[in-house]
């Protein structure tokens, strides 16, 4: 049992060591056979559920003769539930006042920081130690260069270190504040259940992630959660709020976020550039209103699957958004895409449409007008609802680079050739399962686009050799294409594509029947005649002709050139089904008022705001007619001409104490 000199409170000790299970009463009781006692304090830590006891307590006692005679009690009398008591004095508190001494060894200590700050970066990158020696070097470096290097650790191996010695322990804490960058990426990987019982799963919780943040953490610029979102709850993001104003970046896909709590994020980290909400489903239109209305630095927005999301918000989203990814948003409409595209009409670059059920041609019209500068436009899966003509329309983005129009019913030829005529910069093309429109024509089309670098042409099973001809001859800098299922596929279309594309890194052609051993014997041939640096090609010929001996074969003599996967990832053709995007039009009016209700409480959009009547914005059709699609900028801003002080008033009624009733009304 150790023992310590009295301290400034010579009545109060500090217990060790006692057993989970007492509480305060019990403490004081077993304490009181030693004298007077005044006060006991019990140390707890607080679970997400519940608290528990640190099994540590500080006790104080009437007189300083009442703690001696405890300290000098034997191990018998100190043993409470079968577990010893430790009894030490309990250290003061440090003096707010410091005495004169104390002055001058401060100043002196900030007098020598800058000497130090000046020294650690030529000690820490010139000087080099004999690690030969008894003293280990690390403990000889000073505290700066130490936080230098804690700072390059990844985050297990920072907490590990904090636990070495008192020093490290300082000296990593103090590293937090230079930390601009936090990710919990494989953190939890490998870890079994803390309680043994797999109903517990281990992964970032909130008193974890609370730990770390009150470590420091002021200047985080980016954050991201993504890796272990399933245990965070609402407490986690109002921390954010309140320790990392600084942030620019934040990943919050799958934590359980709802509208109160990302406004609350949105008013403290207003500087937010970028931010990634995926599969956040407790998020509805009021919840993006406060972001797009307390961030107007934001660019980059990933809102996929966010299915209560409408967009009637992007009219005040920033101009200068260039990304916008909003795959899965089911309820997105032409109304969405006419706000989204009148507020970033030359910024943005990216959109991802893809699975956006109501977009229709308008929209599609909307975008070749006004969005001229997109590089990146997925808008695959959008079944029954656009046409071949609205497609043609995006010829017009003459800046496209990626474009990706997988699961599209309407894609055609006529597509295809109006794509290859306009968008010259064209490098990557995904039209997989398109199959009802496309032939050889369309694939001839594609020729025009000289740039292409990646092909997706999977399950197009009537398109042929003589489509794939034109395109390896035009498109010299191909380095990858994807044909799976692609049964008219022969010989010598992988023939002249293996001689004509010399940057081929990788060709997929699971599932095509047709294709023999000649092929590979084609591309063996060409890759001895390609430089060492481009030579290298992945071949997956699963589900063809090709037989697995022979391939293993050619691959072995082959140098290293030629790695072939003989495994079949093409799957049977995938047939349009439209009733399982869109279900049956047999809706009754109990389910159509049930749904409003819904939409009316958990959305609490209001419509008079927008400066048409609520049943309008029921039928889309009906409402882009108002519009002047040549010209809809004007529209436009006649239509939001209500006053910065309407404005100021609709967003000062959102008071939160309606929300508990889900109600939200204009004063």
């Given amino acids: 049992m150790g023992r310590q000199e009295i301290g400034g409170n010579e009545a109060k000790i500090m217990v060790k060591n006692i057993p989970f299970k007492v509480k305060m009463p019990e403490l004081r009781r077993f304490f009181g056979s030693f004298g007077k006692v005044v006060d006991v304090y019990l140390l707890q830590e607080h679970l997400q559920h519940k608290s528990r006891s640190k099994g540590m307590a500080f006790v104080t006692f009437r007189t300083p003769e009442e703690v001696k005679r405890v300290m000098a009690a034997t191990e018998q009398e100190l043993t409470l539930r079968e577990r010893v008591l430790r009894i030490e004095y309990a250290e003061p508190r440090n003096n707010k006042q410091l005495s004169k001494a104390q002055k001058y060894n401060l100043d002196s200590k900030n007098k020598k920081q800058e000497q130090f700050e000046d020294a650690c970066d030529r000690e820490l990158f010139t000087t080099t130690y004999d690690l030969s020696e008894d003293d280990a070097v690390i403990h000889k470096l000073y505290d700066e260069i130490l936080i230098k290097i804690f700072v390059l650790l990844d985050l297990k191996d920072r907490l590990v270190v904090e636990r070495v010695c008192k020093r490290w322990y300082n000296v990593a804490k103090a590293s937090w504040q230079s930390v601009e960058y936090l990710t919990f990426t494989n953190i939890f990987k490998g870890l079994k259940f803390a309680t043994g019982d797999s109903s517990s799963p281990v992964g970032l919780t909130d008193e974890i992630f609370r730990s770390i943040l009150l470590r420091g953490c002021r200047n985080l610029r980016s954050l991201d959660l993504s890796s272990s979102p399933h245990l965070l709850t609402y407490r986690s993001i109002e921390l954010i709020g309140k320790r990392c104003t600084r942030l620019e970046n934040i990943n919050l896909t799958g934590v359980s976020i709802i509208n109160k709590t990302l406004q609350q994020l949105s008013q403290s980290c207003n500087k937010l550039k970028k931010l990634i909400l995926q599969r956040c489903l407790g998020v509805g239109e009021k919840g993006f209103w406060w972001l797009f209305h307390n961030c107007p630095m ?370």
């Fill in 298 to 667: 934001l660019e980059y927005i990933d809102i996929r699957e966010s299915k209560r999301f409408r967009g009637k918000c992007f009219h005040i989203l920033n101009q200068s958004c260039h990304t916008v990814i909003a795959s899965g948003c089911s309820r997105l409409d032409d109304a969405s895409i006419y706000e989204l595209t009148a507020k970033c009409t030359t910024h943005l670059k990216c959109l991802d449409l893809s699975y956006c059920y109501h977009i229709t041609d308008k929209s599609l019209r909307l975008l070749a007008q006004h969005c001229t500068q997109l590089n990146k436009l997925d808008l695959s899966g959008l079944v029954q609802t656009v046409s071949p003509t609205g497609l043609c329309s995006l010829s017009h983005l003459t800046e496209l680079v990626e474009l990706r129009l997988s699961q599209n019913a309407a894609v055609n030829d006529e597509v295809l050739v109006k794509v290859g005529q306009n968008c010259k910069k064209l490098r990557l093309i995904d039209v997989s399962g398109c199959y009802d429109g496309i032939h050889d024509a369309g694939l001839q089309g594609l020729a025009g686009c000289m740039q292409l670098g990646i092909i997706n042409i999977n399950y197009l099973d009537q398109i042929s050799d003589e489509g794939l001809k034109p395109l390896a001859n035009s498109c010299s800098q191909l380095k990858k294409i994807t044909a799976r299922g692609c049964a008219l596929l022969t010989d010598e279309g992988m023939l002249h594509l293996a001689n004509q594309c010399s940057l081929l890194q990788e060709v997929d052609v699971s599932g095509c029947e047709k294709l023999t051993n000649a092929m590979l014997d084609s591309f063996l041939l060409s890759r001895q005649n390609v430089e060492e640096e481009n030579a290298n090609l992945y071949l997956t010929v699963g589900g063809t002709d090709i037989e697995a001996d022979y391939a293993k074969q050619v691959e072995q003599s082959s140098d290293g050139r030629l790695s072939i996967a003989t495994y079949n990832l093409a799957v049977a053709i995938k047939r349009f089904c439209t009733e399982a995007f869109f279900g049956s039009d047999d809706v009754s009016d109990d389910e159509e008022d049930a749904e409003e209700a819904v939409a009316a409480a958990e959305e609490i959009w209001p419509d008079e705001f927008m400066g048409l009547p609520p049943e309008q914005f029921a039928d889309a059709d009906a409402q882009m007619e108002q519009f002047n699609f040549a010209n809809p900028l004007p529209a436009i801003e006649e239509r939001w001409d209500v006053g910065e002080d309407f404005v100021n008033d609709y967003l000062d009624a959102d008071d939160p104490s309606m929300w508990e009733e889900e109600e939200w009304m204009l004063s």
